[in-house]
């Protein structure tokens, strides 16, 4: 069965950074892309980041390029969102999504279900 | 950037009915369309996958159809589960956009 847990969301100050996690199971982690896609509260949902199954090729939303980084570590089945300037439009809920089929970009199977992020004084 | 405009946002059903929920998209992206649905706290449910394609597992009374720029999730004899809130997604090209949402309830 496959799993996705996300975890490392909280509340952070404006400017401040926080890196979140994707802890995935029940699949092999290295075949497949993976993407960060967020939701704020009471609003649709934005795609955030994407990342090849072997790290070499990332993608971002203009609204974050330059300040979140997407990176995974295939030996720990981890996926990792580093977020850095946090700004208070970047309260939402973060989830990370698995691409339907290896090597390829068609869009997320699996979802995990999401950690709170609140950037507030 | 492909902009999705997802209607309704809001609709109401019966069980028995049939409804339908579009997605039209701003540029020809063929049929790299994906729909979803999600209950509150929980993970996102994959329905169809490339405008049509049922997912494994997933009931037949939804189906999906569509092709370049409009797209419709149809869901049949609607049952008080399927209360949730439905989604596309274009993954033609970079950054993937989503459809704004469809909250169905049902009555």
Redo the contacts between chains.
Sequence with gaps: EVQ?LESGGGLVQPGGSLRLSCAASGFIFSGYAM?W?RQPPGK????VS?ISDGGGTT?Y??SVRGRFTISRENSKNTLYLQMNSLRGEDTAVY?C?KE?RSNS??????????TLVTVSS | ETTLTQSPAFMSATPGDKVNISCKASQDIDD?V?W?RQKP????I?LI??ATTL?PGISPRFSGSGYGTDFTLTINNIESEDAAYY?C?Q?DN????????TKLEIK
């Design positions: 996705l993407s896609v649709g949902l934005e795609w994407a993608y939303a203009d989830y999504a339907v970009w068609y869009g997320p199977d699996y979802w995990g279900q999401g | 790299d994906n979803y706290g929980e993970a996102a994959f996958q490339e997912v989604f997604l993954h970079f950054p993937y956009t989503f459809g704004q949402g």
